[in-house]
């Protein structure tokens, strides 16, 4: 592992005392809807600022400003403050102001603040949003798919907006990508990525073409990259890859592409806090440059390593989005370049308690400064990105107590190895997710809870951009308790997770859902038919699915698929034979009553054979002379109990009980009430 002195990081980054992102450091998103065509409203090159970081009021007379025309795409956005250990974490959050909602979306008491984009992939911090639209509006937007509309103002020099008026609206159906054909929160398949290096008024980014390559793509045989580090993490699901090679159309504005690398001349002087303007500026020359309308027509995303003290903070990125942006040599650090990613794939940070980025077991938690970071996703971010689909089990609290063996993230690829990630799932979208935490091979430097089986808690279904919680770290022969987790029961149900053993790349662990029952009574008032106490848990039969832990000889209307058929008299060719049917097969009918009904016979051999007496009858209601020849078995059934009586069993068939009772089915395979046990699987 390479590491980088953290006093050569404070050299290369300046860090002003606050920050220009709340310090939950959600993103926001900026997608190009309108604003006029490439480069902004003036149809060329975008016009070059001197970036700096102004004070000074967007109302104030001496501003040059212009009006958006069209709409653009807010957009919430991370960011990334160097800690006083040089390693990176949640910016200082003194200045933030107090959401009086207090919701909770992982920065619960801090006000969200959002970036717009408009065309040509520019983007400006917007100012006085929740003024101007209703703030209960402005607690639903939703990063890269929400546009603001209206009388707004920008001030290119500063890469302002000021929205007097404002309207929101959800984005149109059908863009959720970026322009290079990708959906943004995908986290498999093939992905390209640009780096771009910068040249401008004051400092360059010190590190090399070469050498951002290697550290992105491993170009030059760098051994942990973010291709690297990507394609292990995942099993092979999620690649990473260059965008392809192009030629500059003006060697002064940018290089050619070559290696998934172009460096960017710009006119912008380093400021503090002038990031914002520099990037415009950098995505003005991309577009006249290489002939886009958007720098994404370039690659799914888009890397920027700035220059020493542009930033505030050490990296930061969009949500749902194509761009992410760090200070200088923070581009090269796995780390950094995973926890922005992760935030471009629609991933929130992963915490522990009340510090934000907490959950060191993985890259959305810290930053770290070194190259070569060998660390993957924790158990819910895994889970959100669709990893190891097939190495991946859900629990509900109707399974009663289960073992698992689950491996480590790290065997995934292993063929031996079987679960990787287990959802403990309720009816709440707020759900535990479990890992084993294996400190081997491309998850040797996870920084907390080696070799520890790990439980985190995340909601919206693990599937849209939610804050995760590290809650439990346990070794062998511990447990977690979570109390009242499956809360459809009146007085909810605790869970428990107890880990058995740990060997090697595995752990064996055990989750059981607190017992609901003792006895079967018990069951009866929350069944709709009988009810049975299994294993803790109530059985309910007679609700037409077969459920976990019913059976055929428990539950027969629940769960049989398959009933049994017999010849209709001993002195035909079938004599003595059965056969299985499936229930949606068509059979003759024939019904049994242990009654004498009207009109029904009674064969003199087959009370001998049984020793009781039974009653058949086969002309009844059909549409052959009353006869039914091609019914299925729940027809049969209702057809017999419609006349008073039931399905005969299979002995009473072949006891020759409904011999000669019509419809000419002597010869034929008659429909039985004997079922095929079948247990749920």
Known sequence: MRLYAAA????????????????????????GVGDGGRGGDSGGRFPSPAATASSESLDSPSRNLRKMTGSCTLLEKEVQCLGPDGNGGPCPSATD???????????????????????????????GLDQKVNFGEVDQILSGKTELEGDVDIDEKAAKMLVRTGKLRSKKKGVNGNRNGRKLSEGTGTRTVLAVRIIANGGSTTVSSFHVSDEIFGTFRDPVNLKSQMSACSNGALNITTADNKLTNNELLATDIEDGVTT?????????????????EVNGALLEAFGVNSPDELANHIMYCLPP???????????????????????????????????????????????QYGDQSGMMGYSYSES????????????QLGWYSTKREVYTAGMGPRTYDIYGIASAGDAMAGTVLIKIDRDSDVDLYINFNWAMLDNEDTKEAANLVMIVEQGGNAASYAHSSLLAKLSGGSSFRSTDYFEGEPEGRDVVVSVETIAGNKASITIAAEAICSVDDDCNSNCVGHGYCISGECVCCGNDVCEFLETASLCPKDCTTEYKLACGSSNMPCANQ???????????????????LAGWSKHRGCEVSMGYEVWSQSVLDGPRDGCYDNETHASATTICE???????TVAELLADCTRKSGCNHNRDMIWSSDYVEEAWQ
Request: net charge negative.
């Open 264 to 280: 960017v001349t710009v006119s912008s002087a380093v400021t503090p806090g002038g990031d914002r303007a520099m990037v415009n």
């Open 309 to 355: 003290g542009t930033m505030t903070g050490i990296a930061d990125s969009y949500i749902n989005h194509w761009r992410s942006v760090y200070s200088d040599v923070w581009c090269t650090c796995v780390s950094a370049q995973m926890h922005e990613i992760g935030h471009n794939l629609n991933l929130a940070d992963s915490g522990e308690g009340s510090d």
């Open 578 to 596: 059965t056969a299985i049917a499936n229930v949606d097969e068509g059979h003759e009918v024939r019904c049994c009553s242990d009654q004498n």
């Open 642 to 648: 419609n006349a008073g009586g039931r399905l005969c």
């Open 372 to 383: 070569n970071t060998q660390m993957c996703y924790n158990s819910a971010k895994s889970w």
């Open 97 to 127: 102001e107090e959401d009086s909602t207090g919701r909770g979306t992982g920065r619960a008491g801090r006000r969200r603040r959002f970036d717009c984009e408009t065309s040509g992939g520019m983007i400006y911090e917007v100012e």
């Open 8 to 31: 050569a990081f404070v050299a290369t980054t300046l860090l002003s005392s606050e920050s220009h992102a709340n310090d939950e450091g959600r993103n926001v998103q900026l997608r």
